[in-house]
């Protein structure tokens, strides 16, 4: 069982939600990264999801591509994150960490020699936006061999027969976006969220994350009613864009335990 599988059965065995916060590394500056990472688990997140900086982000709304761009600027890439990745280690070998990205760093460096590199740095799963299931069936099996989770994308626009590969191919968790849209958008409707969670289960045992559009403790635990767990991003980049360098810590770890107390209430 991969470290996000049992993070999450021992979530569901004491009935609480998985709390998994995103930040895209680099952002606001390298050196802060690995801080952020500590100060969201201090703050009680279950999961980190760790946003590989990437030129064109096809999946995000113009908060995480403002952040995508300042990473950048340090020229940030893949061989970063991973090391990004493994300073966290150092001091924590329990809470899972998903890389979250598009397929272009992947496959520049090549996916058999980035699942090895992942599995040293101790990565637990991947969202690649750009890798259907059906496209990458080799790819998924790779990662499981060694233990970490290929985690798909489903949409309000899911075909019962996109379900299905997702229920196939992915593992860890299944990543349900709340809207249709991008990253950061406004104005999630619970019930429709409620009924489209529940046609997926019908195919996909695994737990369900809602992200996309979640931006305060309210959504989080209204959202956490009908799904096992809620990502939460844009919101927390705009705290780190509001907040000067020197509070940046300790205002992302207030922000997600505000989001923690809810979700537990």
Same mark, same amino acid.
């Given at each position: 069982?991969?470290?996000?599988?049992?993070?999450?059965?021992?979530?569901?065995?004491?009935?609480?939600?998985?709390?998994?916060?995103? $930040?895209?590394?680099?952002?606001?500056?390298?050196?802060?990264?690995?801080?952020?990472?500590?100060?969201?688990?201090?703050?009680?997140?279950? $999961?980190?999801?760790?946003?590989?900086?990437?030129?064109?982000?096809?999946?995000?709304?113009?908060?995480?591509?403002?952040?995508?761009?300042?990473?950048?600027?340090?020229?940030?890439?893949?061989?970063?994150?991973?090391?990004?990745?493994?300073?966290?280690?150092?001091?924590?070998?329990?809470?899972?960490?998903?890389?979250?990205?598009?397929?272009?760093?992947?496959?520049?460096?090549?996916?058999?020699?980035?699942?090895?590199?992942?599995?040293?740095?101790?990565?637990?799963?991947?969202?690649?936006?750009?890798?259907?299931?059906?496209?990458?069936?080799?790819?998924?099996?790779?990662?499981?061999?060694?233990?970490?989770?290929? $985690?798909?994308?489903?949409?309000?626009?899911?075909?019962?027969?996109?379900?299905?590969?997702?229920?196939?191919?992915?593992?860890?968790?299944?990543?349900?976006?709340?809207?249709?849209?991008?990253?950061?958008?406004?104005?999630?409707?619970?019930?429709?969220?409620?009924?489209?969670?529940?046609? $997926?289960?019908?195919?996909?045992?695994?737990?369900?994350?809602?992200?996309?559009?979640?931006?305060?403790?309210?959504?989080?635990?209204?959202?956490?009613?009908?799904?096992?767990?809620?990502?939460?991003?844009?919101?927390?980049?705009?705290?780190?864009?509001?907040?000067?360098?020197?509070?940046?810590?300790?205002?992302?770890?207030?922000?997600?335990?505000?989001?923690?107390?809810?979700?537990?209430?």
């Amino acid at each position: 069982m991969s470290r996000i599988q049992s993070t999450l059965a021992a979530l569901a065995a004491n009935n609480k939600k998985g709390l998994i916060p995103f $930040i895209t590394a680099g952002d606001p500056s390298p050196d802060l990264t690995v801080p952020l990472m500590h100060a969201l688990v201090a703050g009680g997140a279950d $999961i980190l999801e760790l946003g590989v900086p990437f030129s064109d982000p096809m999946a995000e709304g113009p908060v995480i591509q403002r952040a995508c761009e300042r990473a950048l600027k340090f020229n940030v890439g893949m061989h970063d994150v991973l090391g990004f990745v493994s300073e966290f280690r150092k001091t924590n070998s329990t809470t899972p960490v998903v890389l979250m990205g598009y397929a272009n760093p992947i496959e520049r460096m090549g996916q058999t020699a980035f699942i090895l590199a992942a599995k040293a740095a101790g990565v637990d799963g991947t969202i690649v936006v750009d890798y259907p299931p059906e496209e990458c069936e080799e790819f998924a099996a790779t990662l499981k061999a060694n233990d970490m989770d290929p $985690i798909f994308l489903l949409a309000p626009t899911s075909t019962e027969e996109r379900i299905q590969q997702v229920a196939k191919f992915g593992s860890g968790f299944s990543y349900y976006v709340s809207l249709k849209g991008v990253t950061g958008a406004a104005n999630i409707d619970i019930e429709d969220v409620s009924q489209r969670i529940a046609a $997926i289960r019908k195919y996909v045992k695994l737990p369900i994350g809602v992200g996309f559009g979640i931006r305060d403790a309210a959504t989080a635990k209204a959202v956490a009613a009908v799904s096992d767990a809620v990502v939460i991003g844009s919101r927390i980049i705009q705290e780190l864009e509001n907040t000067p360098r020197e509070q940046a810590v300790e205002a992302v770890r207030s922000f997600v335990a505000g989001i923690r107390k809810a979700l537990d209430e």
